[in-house]
């Protein structure tokens, strides 16, 4: 198996994130990516989340 595509890192991550990760898809995580892609993807994800958060928090708020 080739080198896993930037949007199967993303789907994985986000799979991770709320805990639906297959087996499979995990074992082609560990087996085939590249720890950095994970690395980067992971942190995008976060801070995309907390500004979600943030600015939803804001909204209802009225700050």
Known sequence: MS???LLHV???VIAA???VQSNKNREVDFQHGSLPAYIVVG???T???ILTIVS???AVTGG
């Open 56 to 58: 939803i928090v804001s």
């Open 47 to 49: 801070v995309l989340f």
């Open 17 to 19: 994130v709320i805990g």
């Open 43 to 45: 942190l995008v994800v």
């Open 3 to 5: 080198k896993p595509s």
């Open 10 to 12: 993303v789907k994985s």
